[in-house]
């Protein structure tokens, strides 16, 4: 909660500097800055009624069995116990048979709310002076209880230890809880400073000693970076991308995959694709490609396909010579659908297509069309070739003796996705455009 109220205080902070340059302060500005500050107040009114329950005797009757504070929104399970409803929700995601305070097996899920035990909550809030929040306001909570809490910060208190064997445990123990458990994931955006503190054993230069402890922390950032509001918080963190660049070159190959697979997960922010272009990821990234293991290539190439909806890092990608390698894993015909889709991307750039075509690209490009009954595939084939035909006249003369043969672009031009068509009557058309200049002339 800490770290979320420094960010919206933080964005309020700017727009308020909008607000106050003329230029800048369109109507929308106001609404945003509207907008935070009720976030805000809700977030006072969250930590206001914290702070009375705890200093008020609240009756054992009115807590959680499970998270042991006061329920806002208190349901029945099948055993005829009471419990808050997002931690019993969170207790039956994760598989728990049983009821947590009866132990009786449980045979059906459904959750009853409890309005009488709301009904005397409410009136005992009234008469204490507290204001009991609406239960949608605490839906991102996620069950999170005090016990997690203080686990939570036991395990911090490990990494950050002098104890290698305490500091291994820990990393460990984050990578499992927070692959299965949300809540560990919403704790680390939440607990300033937690995501610096995790990467702390890594980042003083042992990391190449302790592979297990690298690859624990690593997947950790992976498991984190799934939850959308931590993808901006990891990638600004000033030591995350680039202790996942220097992963995706050493360490085991699970740490390398993993480290592909938390900047592809990363990349669906466009202001994480800018910064992580600016990194260097991409020629490590493209190495782990040109290297070949199956799943390693798979989370590298997407996320090289990812970060290039940026032009920059297109221009990046194939100033690191990401068109031979790719090129030459489409020929062996690997990965092509993943590749494939990154060439199509490249063919915007001029130099891109100058090295495909130097590369061999349009008969490998040709005989895909014939071999794959995928559309999707075969629009890409058609999008790179329409780049090559109108920026290198000699290519034109391949593409012609084919159609000649096969009828590859006119068969396309009939059948193929609508965006196919267009580049294939497109090709069509300049093929004959330059039979009939070469006749003249």
């Known amino acids: ?23 800048d302060s369109r109507p929308e500005t106001f609404d945003q800055a509207m907008e935070i500050l009720s976030a805000l107040k809700d977030f006072k009114c969250k930590k206001s009624l914290s702070h009375k329950v705890d200093t008020i005797a609240c009756p054992d009757l009115f807590r959680c069995p499970l998270s042991k504070e006061l329920m806002k929104d208190p349901v029945v399970l099948a055993s005829g116990e009471t419990y808050d409803r997002p931690f019993i929700q969170k207790w039956l995601k994760d598989g728990n048979l049983i009821c947590p305070k009866s132990k009786e097996i449980i045979s059906q899920s459904v959750l009853i709310p409890n309005l009488l035990v709301q009904d005397i909550i409410s009136e005992w809030c009234k008469n204490q002076g507290i204001k009991l929040p609406d239960p949608a306001q605490d839906s991102d909570e996620e069950g999170i209880t005090q016990v997690a809490i203080q686990h939570f910060e036991s395990l911090l208190d490990a990494i950050l230890s002098n104890n290698l064997s305490g500091q291994k445990r820990a990393a ?61 918080l990891v990638a600004e963190t000033p030591k995350a991308i680039p202790l996942l660049v220097e992963s995706l070159m050493s360490g ?49 190439a997407s996320a090289i396909f990812t970060l290039c909806f940026t032009f920059e890092n297109r221009a990046r990608t194939v100033d690191d010579g990401a068109v031979e390698v790719i090129l030459k894993k489409i020929m062996e015909r690997i990965l092509v659908d993943e590749l494939l889709a990154i060439l199509a991307m490249l063919s915007s750039n001029q130099k891109a297509v100058k090295e495909m075509a130097d590369h061999g690209a349009v008969p490998c490009l040709l005989s895909i069309i014939k071999e794959t009954s995928s559309g999707h595939n ?50 069509l058309e300049r093929l004959n455009r330059v039979a009939i200049n070469t006749h003249t002339a």
């Open 172 to 232: 460990k123990e984050f990578r499992r809880l927070t692959k299965r458990e949300t809540s560990f994931r919403i704790l680390f955006g939440r607990i300033p400073h937690a995501i610096d503190q995790l990467l702390m054993p890594i980042t003083s230069g042992r990391a190449s000693f302790v592979p297990d402890l690298q690859e624990d922390v690593i997947t950790t950032v992976l498991n984190l970076s799934i939850h959308d509001s931590n993808k901006k």
């Open 378 to 427: 075969k629009e890409n084939c058609v999008v790179i070739l329409y780049s090559i035909c109108f920026s290198d006249r000699t290519k034109c003369k391949e593409i012609r003796a084919d159609e000649n043969a096969h009828g590859t672009m006119s068969q396309i031009a009939q059948n193929g996705t609508p965006r196919a068509k267009r580049k294939a009557n497109g090709i």
């Open 1 to 23: 909660m800490v770290s979320k109220v420094m960010e919206l205080s933080k964005e309020l902070s700017r727009l308020i500097q909008l607000i106050l340059d003329e230029d």
């Open 252 to 300: 085991t190959i699970d740490t390398r995959r993993n480290a592909a697979a938390a900047l592809f997960t990363l990349s669906a922010l466009d202001s994480n694709k800018v910064l992580i272009g600016k990194s260097g990821a991409l020629k490590p990234l493209i190495k782990l490609v040109d290297e070949g293991h199956p799943l390693a290539m798979k989370d590298a």
